[in-house]
């Protein structure tokens, strides 16, 4: 059973930056696919970054692209989310989430979920 947690959340001024974690245990995070999905107040979840299975495939929402960079450190089994430039429209609950498939592009194409970490940008 494959677990993933996030951390790193917080309260950025905007123009700001954070990185965002997300620890999975259970598989190798060279194994799996793995996404970073946020949800602001009264908005559906929507894609933020993908990074696919073989780490050959890499996509990001328009409204991030050249400010968020995701990426993986296999040794240590995490995921992360460099988020640069931050803006108050930014601000959601970020979640990780992964699956056993060659990518995820869409919230019914990840099988596991972390809990999610706040992320606030104030002006």
């Known amino acids: 059973q494959v677990q993933v947690a996030e951390s790193g959340g917080g309260l950025v001024q905007a123009g700001g930056s954070l990185r965002l974690s997300c620890a999975a245990s259970g598989r190798p995070v060279s194994s799996l696919a793995m996404a970073w999905f946020r949800q602001a107040p009264g908005k559906e979840r929507e894609l933020v970054a993908t990074i696919g299975r073989t780490g050959n495939y890499e996509n990001y929402a328009d409204s991030t692209k050249g400010r968020f960079t995701i990426s993986r450190d296999n040794a240590k089994n995490t995921l992360y989310l460099q988020m640069n430039s931050l803006k108050p429209e930014d601000t959601a609950v970020y979640y990780c989430?992964?699956?056993?498939?060659?990518?995820?592009?869409?919230?019914?194409?990840?099988?596991?979920w972390g809990q999610g970490t706040q992320v606030t940008v104030s002006l």
């Open positions: 989430a992964a699956s056993n498939g060659p990518v995820i592009t869409s919230t019914s194409m990840a099988t596991y």
